[in-house]
Nanobody, 124 residues
Framework: QVHLVESGGGEVQAGGSLRLSCAAS????????MAWFRQAPGKERQFVAG????????SYATSVNGRFTISRDNAKNTLFLQMNSLKHEDTAVYYC?????????????????WGQGTQVTVSS
């Protein structure tokens, strides 16, 4: 089990950038694949990006591919999401999630541990 804490959210104008961080506590962070999800008001939680335990492979939702980059620093037990060219429709609460398998999954139900979320608001 890992305890996750997100940071870095805020309000930005359309076209701007933000970098989210997710600090993980617990041992063997590299054994967990990680992902970012987001949830807008009235909508289901949506997969944004995932990364393998080693950091060697990653995957993205079509809506963010080419604009967002997921990365991790296993030495510092930290996950990142660099968000560029932000759009109003990216507005949501962003969550990091962990699962004790080498590869990420796009389904929220397949993740064991979640952070509390951080709000991202993109004004148009």
């Amino acid at each position: 089990q890992v305890h996750l804490v997100e940071s870095g959210g805020g309000e930005v104008q359309a076209g701007g950038s933000l970098r989210l961080s997710c600090a993980a506590s617990g041992r063997s962070f590299h054994r967990y694949s990680m992902a970012w999800f987001r949830q807008a008001p009235g909508k289901e939680r949506q997969f944004v990006a995932g990364i393998s335990g080693s950091g060697a492979s990653s995957s993205y939702a079509t809506s963010v591919n080419g604009r967002f980059t997921i990365s991790r620093d296993n030495a510092k037990n930290t996950l990142f999401l660099q968000m560029n060219s932000l759009k109003h429709e990216d507005t949501a609460v962003y969550y990091c999630a962990a699962r004790p398998y080498p590869l990420p999954d796009t389904k929220a139900n397949n993740y064991n541990d979640w952070g509390q979320g951080t709000q991202v608001t993109v004004s148009s």
